[in-house]
């Protein structure tokens, strides 16, 4: 019933929010009551209050272009394989510059795995952006689960670990090769599905860079991982999952709704959120639009959360946090024949290793993602690196100042290190969009030029035909 009371209460504010919005513009400078006393102070309650009440969207990744060499390259999203319960999402980029063309051509690929923990993939936008300079990008787009119908059938982690293996496998048939890197939570299912692979013989991607991701959990726990530890598998199954209500595709789904999920968010530093919101009521009576304007694309992204399906939930509650079955040596993942298969990170070989922890990181305490090494016994010490971030939180490893100054030319070097030569068709048809120069328009000189080209073809032709065939 919960999910149910949620979704009255919010149907219920809808009006209030639309009428805090409207009475803040109508108290804004240049409005009709922007003139009176105290107009700009009531301007900034109702905004705010508009901002606290109102439903938040799925954003946009709204990368437009991005420099390479110092030109701007045009970027276009597009979904490369749509899957029930995520898209492999591409984004293209697009030069008509050859010397740019050919460095595109020759730039590593890489597939980011995103959490699928609350947030959408757009979390990972300074991620996606940044490594657009240096790299062909593919991101997982996890879906909203409450959007899924139940006809789609159950997600479970074991699914999770599926998915990743086949968009791998995807990219290794259009390149040959490509690179993988995973933030926070699925550094575990990444490291199981290259484990899997590696166990089968199936060839590997080049490098896992693995990022903030509780790989041992054990280890420096934090609140999030005692709240998991702490608490049975039964208590989760009784207290956070709940069934999508009607008014949605995926009505009598059980899930783990975004709203709760949100309000853990939020209760994790409620201090740290009443002051932000605050200084977002004194910047907009100030008229700092730059400060306030910072405040509102931080929380149209936080705020904006998604419902994750009860199964995959639950067992990664169990499976990472309760049982440690990675770390154990005893996680059986079921393919998608229906057949156990153990989990063996020691039987990577071929995979170069990096991983990276934030500091200050109050989410994946220190020592949690460097366990990978431990486990990856059979990747060479050449292989392997390991970097803690001075003053970096969770999401300063991934966005934001640190992440492109101290992170990111670390990633960029290491992939670049174990990069190999793409393989892949020479047929121009075959050639993704950023891989092709697009055709020349003709101006009237060359139109020209071919038309004169084109008579001299048929005057040589007509020479070299039999005499008896002329007329």
């Not at 490369?80 to 020759?106: M, N, Q, V």
């Not at 795995?113 to 997982?140: E, F, N, W």
């Not at 305490?365 to 969770?394: I, M, N, P």
Request: aromatic letters at 10%; charged letters at 25%.
């Amino acid at each position: 019933m919960l999910y149910q009371l949620y979704e009255a209460q919010r149907s219920l504010m809808e009006p209030f929010s639309d009428f805090a919005q409207a009475a803040s513009k109508l108290y804004g400078p240049g409005a009709v009551w922007g003139q009176l006393p105290m107009a700009q102070r009531m301007a900034a309650g109702y905004d705010l209050l508009y901002r606290l009440g109102k439903d938040y969207e799925k954003p946009e990744f709204n990368i437009k272009s991005v420099k390479v060499d110092g030109e701007d390259v045009v970027i276009q999203e597009a979904v490369e394989l749509d899957k029930p319960f995520c898209e492999l999402r591409r984004f293209k980029r697009f030069t008509d510059e050859p010397h740019i063309l050919k460095t595109l051509k020759s730039q590593p690929v890489v597939l980011i795995v995103a959490p699928l923990s609350g947030h959408y993939a757009t979390l990972l936008r300074d991620t996606v952006r940044t490594m657009l300079q240096d790299h062909k990008v593919y991101i997982t787009d996890w879906k909203n689960a409450r959007l899924v119908p139940l006809s789609e059938g159950e997600f479970h982690l074991d699914d999770y670990i599926n998915y990743v293996q086949e968009f791998i496998r995807r990219l290794q048939a259009e390149y040959g090769n490509c690179h993988v890197v995973s933030v926070c939570q699925p550094t575990v299912p990444v490291l199981a599905a290259v484990s899997l692979m590696a166990s089968r013989g199936e060839q590997l991607p080049l490098t896992m860079t693995m990022m903030g991701g509780p790989i041992d959990a054990r280890k420096s726990p934090t609140a999030v991982n005692n709240l998991a530890m702490n608490k049975s598998f039964e208590w989760f199954e009784n207290n956070v999952i709940y069934r999508v209500p009607q008014g949605f595709p995926g009505e009598g789904r059980r899930v783990y709704p975004g709203f709760l999920q949100h309000t853990g968010f939020v209760a994790m530093n409620p201090d740290r959120h009443a002051s932000s919101h605050y200084d977002y009521f004194k910047d907009l009576i100030k008229g700092d639009d730059a400060s306030a304007e910072a405040h509102r694309k931080f929380y149209d992204e936080y705020n904006a959360v998604l419902d994750m399906d009860a199964d995959y939930y639950l067992e990664t509650i169990r499976a990472v946090f309760q049982d440690f079955d990675l770390v154990n040596g005893t996680w059986d993942v079921k393919n998608p024949e229906g057949e156990l298969e153990r989990v063996h990170p020691q039987d990577i070989h071929s995979t170069a290793l990096l991983t990276i922890e934030g500091e200050l990181d109050d989410i994946s305490g220190s020592g949690q993602t460097e366990a990978a090494h431990s486990l990856c016994t059979g990747v060479a010490d050449s292989q392997r690196e390991h970097y803690e971030v001075k003053g970096a939180g969770h999401y300063g490893i991934f966005s934001g100042r640190r992440w492109r100054e101290l992170v990111y030319p670390k990633v960029l070097r290491f992939i670049a290190a174990h990069d190999q030569p793409q393989r892949r068709a020479d047929a121009r048809e075959s050639l993704p969009a950023e891989d092709r120069i697009k055709p020349e328009r003709d101006t009237a000189a060359v139109a020209a030029n071919k038309n004169v080209a084109a008579r001299k073809a048929v005057a040589v032709a007509a020479v070299k035909k039999p005499a008896a065939r002329r007329k």
